[in-house]
């Protein structure tokens, strides 16, 4: 495969990525990789394979081929390719929550000597520095480095790294128990998303939402925590984002948690130790959460009120009505009625469903 014939493959698998279609996006870089000679249409590539399993939550799967990446950089003995793929072996031991290595690859992305993408990257060297020393709750260290990668983004105008800063941020006041920051920053984030993120990915948005469910759910607010949650989930399952979705999870059973609802913050978590013990394979973990898992639905009457199955056991649609009741979408369409089927009230306005 020539080089013309490697850039017309990862656009396709760009495409295919960017419409959802992602295991065909994969599929797609997989055989660039095999048949391409093009030594910077592989780099490309194996930077399009680590964004995309770190989005699915694969983060040993990020790590091999940000180690294949560093391989290619060497061969091409290019200082900004190196640099690059620093970064992402950096990211991938911070998503593995190996913090250590993560700073140790973010010094040597540092130390390399003058780069032209240093001025591009260096923001988001310093942004994963800061996340790592967050992880081993180094405060002072994590908010010198968010302040530089917010310096880095000022002095560039990178409004999407400034987006990022600002959720991490988020993340700091969080555990420093500054709950005003904590909200502050996220709708900042959030207005970032608002102004100039109409060319962005939407994981942007939904980060910006996540961080601003968490913060208003340490203040208290929790009607606005779970519409903030609500819309990053909502978001995360449109683009298979699994370690988006994991946090959301936990995130609504704290909320429900903070309400007193106990069972639908047990179901809550039930549901995702479920779907953990299942992809390892732990199969007696995973009988045991089933059984509670069921358990919680038959305690909380979490039935849908036109199929009469349990809500949340498959992976289905749901439609949260005015009256608050809630059915599968798919029953709700194929029902016909204007009115709620439980109550009877007249809330379902035309095209509401």
Known sequence: MGQD?????IEKGLQLYQSNQTEKALHVWMKVLEKSADLVGRFRV?????TAHSEMGRYKEMLKFAVVQIDTARELEDADFLLESYLNLARSNEKLCEFHKTISYCKTCVGLPGTRAGAQLGGQVSLSMGNAFLGLSLFQKALESFEKAL????????????CRVCCSLGSFYAQVKDYEKALFFPCKAAELVSDYGKGWSLKYRAMSQYHMAVAYR?????GSAMECCEESMKIALQHGDRPLQALCLLCFADIHRSRGDLELSQLKLHCLSESIYRSKGLQRELRAHVVRFHECVEETELYCGLCGESIGERNSRL????????FHLRCLQNNGTR???????SSMKPGFV
Do not use: F, W
């Open 5 to 9: 014939q490697t850039k017309q493959q």
């Open 151 to 162: 310096r880095y983004a000022h002095n560039n105008d990178d409004a999407m790294l400034e």
């Open 319 to 326: 439609q949260a009505l005015p009256c608050s009741h809630i």
């Open 339 to 345: 009115s709620c089927p439980n109550c009877r009230r």
């Open 46 to 50: 194996l930077g399009c394979l680590v």
């Open 218 to 222: 340490l203040l208290g607010h929790l």
